[in-house]
């Protein structure tokens, strides 16, 4: 008996927007729209910025906007710069930028060695403590420290924004641990076994090996104290000691704003900041990716 045919339908196809190339697809289109809308989000001030520095003062607050001023405007930026005491203010800034990226990755590097290398009675309930200081407001402290910085005549001096810098940073200090932690241990016992001491372990073998997580500590730093207007504007009372931060309000008049030179000036400004990360990016970004989390 001949066994009948059995004839199965062919299988039929998925439209096209449920396979999973076009899901794929779609899927990146989408992410990569958002990155841009995110990305020209925080670009857009810069760019306002930027163009706002190099327009006329009718075009300021003409309606509709000047996106793109024609003819730009190139004196407001030599105007700018002698409407203030600009190298005075460059001065001053760099003082309290650079003599603070020195002590925060001197003294973090230091703590952070000691937590990470030393074995000490306390060691790990003294980290905890140091942690917990990351959730304290600056707030909560900065009458008190006002206070203590005036009783020991500090105020209208550098010092109040610089020298704490040379006792470490509880975030800093974590971030270098979390660093050293992944420098092998055996690299520190041979030197040991030659008769180094733990301070030339630190600054011949720890340090030229955490070039990465030094210079985010350094950018950070930087960031910080270049972009500061609320410490210098509590503690330096002379227009001889203002930093650029703090002198950009020169540019605020009576009964006006000269819009078109601040922009110009807080251009200027904001160049350093830019020449700086740029030039650290790559070590920056291995400072963050490098630093895990091994307790």
């Not at 910025?49 to 190099?54: A, C, D, Q, V, Y």
């Not at 030197?191 to 301070?199: E, V």
């Not at 930093?243 to 009576?254: A, D, I, K, P």
Request: net charge positive; proline share 8%; aromatic share 16%.
């Amino acid at each position: 008996m001949a066994i009948p045919e059995i004839r199965t339908a062919p299988p039929r196809s998925l439209p096209f927007w449920q396979s999973r190339t076009f899901q794929d697809r779609a899927w990146s289109i989408a992410v990569t729209i958002i990155l841009w809308v995110g990305a020209l989000s925080f670009l857009m001030p810069l760019f306002w910025m930027i163009s706002t520095s190099l327009k006329s003062d009718k075009q300021v607050f003409a309606v509709p906007t000047v996106w793109i001023p024609i003819p730009p405007i190139w004196e407001n930026y030599p105007n700018a710069l002698t409407r203030i005491p600009f190298l005075l203010f460059l001065r001053n800034s760099l003082i309290t930028s650079v003599i603070p990226v020195i002590g925060a990755v001197l003294s973090a590097s230091m703590v952070a060695y000691a937590f990470a290398r030393l074995r000490w009675p306390g060691r790990n309930i003294w980290f905890l403590i140091l942690i917990a200081t990351m959730m304290l407001p600056g707030q909560v402290t900065m009458i008190p420290i006002y206070v203590v910085y005036s009783k020991i005549g500090w105020v209208n001096t550098f010092l109040p924004l610089t020298v704490p810098w040379f006792f470490g940073g509880a975030f800093y200090i974590f971030l270098l641990r979390q660093f050293f932690l992944g420098i092998p241990s055996e690299l520190s016992d041979a030197a040991l076994i030659d008769g180094c001491s733990h301070p030339g372990i630190w600054w011949r073998i720890i340090l030229p090996l955490s070039k990465p997580a030094l210079t985010t500590v350094a950018i950070f730093t930087f960031l910080l104290t270049w972009n500061d207007f609320f410490g210098p504007l509590l503690y330096l009372r002379s227009e001889r000691l203002y930093t650029l931060q703090v002198g950009l309000q020169y540019f605020r008049e009576q009964y006006s704003v000269q819009w078109q030179e601040l922009m110009a000036a807080s251009t200027v400004v904001l160049l350093p900041v830019l020449i700086i990360f740029f030039l650290g990016q790559r070590l920056f970004v291995q400072g963050i990716t490098l630093t895990g989390l091994k307790g």
